[in-house]
């Protein structure tokens, strides 16, 4: 019985004056302490929530803070088994029998009920509740004897179920101040992962309660074409993302947040569509893309748009790195001399990185293939690109990491990912989480949603739900955009920036148009490396470039000669003509057509 009198005291208790038998016997039945004294402020029906008349303890006991009536029901049912077993087995044996086979047959159905509800919700309890628990103790007083059960009602989908509902049960005695409801509520937010709440103090009457709900998540679907005003409007330097709870806008500010993004999602969660929206909002505000990407074909929606380099070949990643980071470098020295508004007016440039998984790995073999004897060890592609990293926001230069498992060693170090302010994670492992954003814990669970994101910055995890455009309307919104601006003269620019078709209905987003200034930087694509079997420098026609065998597509000339005639109609990165022939043919640059050969999409499916 605790901090109660024990029964065997009954002769000490009643040599007391004011513990006389019928008291003893009504303190016995009503549930309260057998010699009148109170060890809590507990009642009848109340349970105790403060020691009374013990100054050495800071709680009462767990028997004391029961309520009267739990006592009285423990006490009588003692009672009874002393009594009635004995009795019982000298009178009707058969039965007692029966009676105790029942009873232990019941009592091994209850327990087992209860141990298979204690296994399936362990997990539940150890992840959530009890440090759920833990934090709230103090905050509301609570007992030791309270368990988290007794008051805590946190359903086990309550990540994912959009109706969930969570209650907490507070003392009768809760005051509700502001300050304390503050920190019950940051408990709350903080052990349960929650972003956004919907909150209802319900103080009156005798059972407190505070009910919590989850607020509205991202919609479903955040289609383009219906985020379209809200793009246009949004600021230069903050391309949206998605959109997230309550139809909050989710963007990245380049200048003032994080100049640089990481994607770490797994297969099909979204990281070239989240890669074509951040894109596709730098592009129509005058910037300008380099994507490299050795599979050719994740970024088919950029081919031929102005101010778009696709880097296919790990030649020209290697080369595009480094033109990158020489331009950032430029740009430097303009801060240097106190150009920085010029620097201002400048055309952002973004840096996509796909697979990073692969591509620095690839980056590495491919220099110790050509690099000579008295060349460094590491390659020059992955120096830059730590180079551009470290630029960041004062040359306007960004970069756009993809990968499927972003580790220090796929990054090309610790230091290099740490530049990375903003962590966009999608259908991620614990071990994914834990290892790129172990601040925000516990990890809030990966959706299987397409589109439905965790954009983690400054600590803070927001649910979002990317943005998602067809690669049609995605062109059709750079296009009409830049074709507003005067094209850039001072950035970095593809060897030739052609819009096919301009739609009419124009789309009014500001654009940058800097000043004239020095020559543009091209993507150098390294011809020395390709045998040329006529003068470099000569046009020749597609008839010729097939029978000389400059480019090859197919065991034949004439089959070659079909595929370059085809294409030159149908793929809007063929190399222009510089020149006509005889009977009008047109002449093109045998370089051109080389670098187009060996970077042309292959065909899948």
């Excluded at 440090?131 to 030791?144: D, F, K, N, R, S």
């Excluded at 998602?468 to 970095?492: C, H, K, M, N, P």
Aim: hydrophobic fraction near 40%; charged fraction near 25%.
């Amino acid at each position: 019985m605790g901090q109660d009198t024990d029964l065997f005291d009954f002769v000490g208790l009643m040599s007391k004056r004011k513990n006389t038998f019928p008291r003893i016997v009504g303190r016995f039945v009503s549930g309260r302490p057998l010699d009148g004294i109170p060890r809590s402020n507990s009642t009848f029906l109340r349970p105790g929530t403060r020691p009374v008349n013990q100054p050495h303890r800071d709680r009462p006991s767990r028997w004391m803070a029961l309520p009267g009536w739990q006592r009285a029901a423990w006490r009588i049912a003692g009672a009874s088994q002393v009594v009635g077993q004995p009795y019982g087995w000298l009178t009707a044996p058969d039965l007692m029998l029966a009676v105790d086979a029942g009873a232990a047959a019941g009592g091994a159905l209850y327990g087992a009920n209860k141990a298979m509800e204690k296994v399936q919700t362990y997990q539940h309890d150890r992840q959530w509740l009890r440090p759920l628990h833990a934090v709230l103790t103090p905050v509301l007083g609570l007992t030791e004897d309270v368990r988290p059960r007794d008051y805590l009602r946190v359903p086990h989908d309550f990540q994912t179920n959009q109706d969930m509902r969570i209650s907490v049960r507070l003392p009768v005695a809760f005051e509700g101040d502001k300050a304390t409801k503050e920190r019950v509520l940051d408990a709350i937010r903080t052990k349960l992962a929650l972003q956004d709440i919907d909150v209802a103090w319900r103080l009156s009457g005798p059972r407190p309660t505070l009910i919590i709900a989850q607020a509205p998540r991202p919609p479903q679907t955040a289609r383009w074409a219906e985020s379209l005003e809200l793009i246009i409007q949004a600021p230069e330097s903050a391309p949206i993302i998605g959109l997230g709870q309550r139809g909050r806008i989710i963007a990245v500010d380049l200048d003032s947040e994080s100049p640089h993004i990481l994607l770490s999602m797994s297969s099909g969660g979204g990281k070239s569509v989240t890669a074509r929206t951040i894109a596709a909002q730098i592009l129509a505000r005058g910037g300008q893309v380099v994507i490299c990407d050795f599979k050719k074909v994740s970024h088919r929606w950029a081919r031929g748009l102005p101010g778009v380099i696709y880097a296919r070949s790990m030649e020209q990643i290697h080369d595009a790195i480094i033109m990158v980071a020489d331009e950032g470098m430029r740009r430097f020295d303009m801060i240097e001399e106190d150009r920085d508004d010029e620097v201002a007016q400048l055309p952002r440039v973004l840096l996509i990185m796909e697979e990073m998984n692969a591509t620095m790995s690839k980056l590495n073999r491919y220099w110790s293939k050509i690099k000579g004897k008295d060349d460094p060890k590491q390659s020059p592609a992955v120096e830059a690109f730590g180079d551009v990293l470290f630029m960041g926001r004062q040359a306007r230069t960004h970069v756009l990491a993809i990968g499927q498992l972003m580790t220090a060693r796929a990054m090309g170090g610790p230091e290099i990912r740490e530049c990375f302010a903003t962590r966009v994670l999608a259908r991620y492992s614990m071990n994914a989480w834990r290892m790129l954003v172990p601040e925000v814990w516990p990890a809030p669970k990966a959706s299987k949603k397409p589109g439905r994101v965790q954009l983690v910055q400054a600590g803070e995890a927001y649910e979002t739900q990317v943005l998602f455009g067809t690669e049609a309307e995605i062109r059709e919104f750079v296009l009409s955009a830049r074709s507003q601006a005067v094209s850039t003269s001072q950035g970095i620019t593809h060897q030739r920036e052609r819009v096919d078709t301009v739609p009419e209905t124009r789309i009014r987003v500001p654009a940058q148009a800097p000043p004239p200034g020095p020559p543009q930087l091209r993507l150098v694509h390294g011809e020395k490396r390709d045998p040329i079997p006529v003068d470099p420098n000569a046009p020749i026609g597609l008839r010729q470039a097939a029978f000389s065998g400059l480019v090859t597509l197919s065991d034949t000339p004439e089959k070659t000669l079909y595929i370059l005639r085809a294409e030159r109609n149908r793929d809007p990165e063929f190399p222009q003509p510089v020149a006509e022939g005889k009977g009008q043919e047109k002449l093109y640059l045998p370089s051109e057509l080389i670098r187009w050969s060996r970077n042309r999409p292959i065909a899948t499916g």
